[in-house]
C-alpha cells in the first residue's frame, strides 16, 4: 500500500505570532509520530489578514516545500476558510487546526489511527472544559447548544471543535453543501458518517488575541439557529395563533360584558397596552422572517464564498 498523505488546513487572520510556533509545534509533533506512515501538507489560508501572516506563511512555504497556502482578497471568515481549505487540499485526509494552537497537535497521532483502521470516517475533538473563558461567555454557549440540541436535526456538539480529520468520503460531503451562509459546527453534524470524539481540557492561545467579542458570537449563534432550524418560524406562526385566541376570547367578553353592564368609556390604557404589544410580536415575527428572507437572498445571488489573492498550491501557482 502506497504512503496516504494528510493535508493540515489552518485558517489564519492575523495570526502573525501564532503562525512560526505553530508551524513548529505541528512538525515536532509530525517528526515524533507520524513521518513514517503519512506524508504531510501543511495548507494555510490567509484570510485578508492585516498584519504580516501572509510574509510569515510565505517564509514556510519558501523554507519548506510541504508548506503550501491561499490568501484571500479579503477578510471572508474562517467558515470560508474552512472551506478554500478543504477544497484545495491534495492530502488523503484532511484536519482542520486554528493557527493558535488551541488545537493541540498531539491529538494527531490518536486522529490518524482510528481513521486509519477504517472503523471511522471522521474523528472530532470535543472541549470537555472552557477553563479560561468568561463565564458569561460559557454560560451562554451552553445555552446555546442546548437549545440547538432541541430544534435543529443536526448534530452539533457541546464543546465541538472545528479540530477534525476526516477521509475524502466527508471533504466530498461537505464540499457538497455549497451553501453560502456556511455554519461548519452543523455542516459536520450534518452530514453523518462514522464519527468518533476525543476530548480534552480547554487550552488558552498560544499568542494574539481571539477574533470573536461577544456579540459577534451572538450573531453568530443566530446565524448557526438559522442555519440549521426552521424553529423560529413555526414559533412565531404558534405565537400569531395564540394571539388570534386571546383576541377572539377578549372580544366576546367584551361584547357580553357590553350587553350587560352598558358601555362607559374607560379602559384607553389597557387597549393601548394591547396594541403595543400586539404590534410587538408582529414586528418580532416579521423579524424572524427577515431573518430567513435575509439569508435566502443571500444564498440566491450564488456568490464565491471566497475569492483568491495569490495562492501557491502543489500543482498550481494563482498569483
Ligand atoms: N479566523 C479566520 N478568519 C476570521 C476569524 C478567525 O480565519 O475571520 C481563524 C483564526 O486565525 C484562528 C481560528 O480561525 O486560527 C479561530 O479563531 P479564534 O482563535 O479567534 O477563535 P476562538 O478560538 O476564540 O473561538
Ligand atoms: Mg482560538
Redesign the pocket.
Known amino acids: 500500500m502506497s504512503k496516504k498523505s494528510l493535508t493540515v488546513v ?6 502573525e505570532e ?1 503562525v512560526p510556533s505553530f508551524y513548529r509545534e505541528l512538525m515536532r509533533i509530525y517528526e515524533g509520530s507520524l513521518k513514517e506512515k503519512l506524508d504531510i501538507e501543511v495548507l494555510f ?1 490567509d ?3 492585516g498584519d504580516n ?1 501572509l510574509s510569515e506563511i510565505r517564509k514556510l512555504n519558501e523554507s519548506d516545500d510541504r508548506v503550501h497556502y491561499v490568501s484571500f482578497s479579503r ?4 467558515e ?2 474552512i472551506y478554500a481549505g478543504m477544497e484545495n487540499a491534495a492530502g488523503d485526509y484532511v484536519v482542520i ?4 494552537l ?1 488545537d493541540p497537535p498531539a491529538l494527531l497521532p490518536q486522529m490518524y489511527e482510528a481513521i486509519a483502521s477504517g472503523a471511522y470516517d471522521c474523528v472530532g475533538s470535543r472541549r470537555v472544559s472552557r477553563k479560561g473563558e468568561p463565564p458569561i461567555r460559557s454560560f451562554f454557549a451552553r445555552q446555546f447548544y442546548k437549545l440547538m440540541a432541541k430544534i435543529s436535526q443536526a448534530e452539533i456538539v457541546d464543546g465541538a471543535r ?1 479540530y477534525q480529520m476526516m477521509n475524502k468520503k466527508v471533504v466530498n460531503a461537505i464540499l457538497s453543501m455549497g451553501e453560502y451562509n456556511r455554519f461548519s459546527k452543523g455542516i459536520f453534524g450534518w452530514v453523518g458518517f462514522r464519527k468518533k470524539w476525543l476530548e480534552y481540557e480547554n487550552i488558552e ?1 498560544a499568542a ?5 467579542s461577544f456579540w459577534q458570537l451572538v450573531m453568530y449563534a443566530m446565524d448557526g439557529i438559522v442555519a440549521f432550524s426552521t424553529a423560529p418560524l413555526v414559533l412565531s406562526s404558534v405565537m400569531g395563533i395564540v394571539f388570534c385566541i386571546i383576541a377572539f376570547l377578549a372580544i366576546i367578553f367584551i361584547i357580553v360584558r357590553t350587553l350587560i353592564f352598558g358601555d362607559p368609556t374607560s379602559g384607553w390604557p389597557s387597549m393601548a397596552c394591547i396594541v403595543i404589544l400586539v404590534s410587538g410580536v408582529q414586528l418580532l415575527g416579521i423579524g424572524v422572517l427577515g431573518q430567513y428572507m435575509a439569508k435566502t437572498y443571500l444564498e440566491t445571488k450564488n456568490r464565491p464564498k471566497y475569492l483568491v489573492g495569490e495562492a501557491k498550491l502543489s500543482d498550481k501557482e494563482i498569483m
Not at 10 to 15: F, G, H, I, L, T
Not at 97 to 100: E, F, K, P
Open positions: 489552518v485558517p489564519a487572520y492575523n495570526e501564532a489560508i484570510d485578508g489578514s501572516t477578510n471572508f471568515g474562517k470560508a476558510a487546526m486554528d493557527a493558535d488551541q472545528d492561545r494574539g488575541e481571539t477574533k470573536w
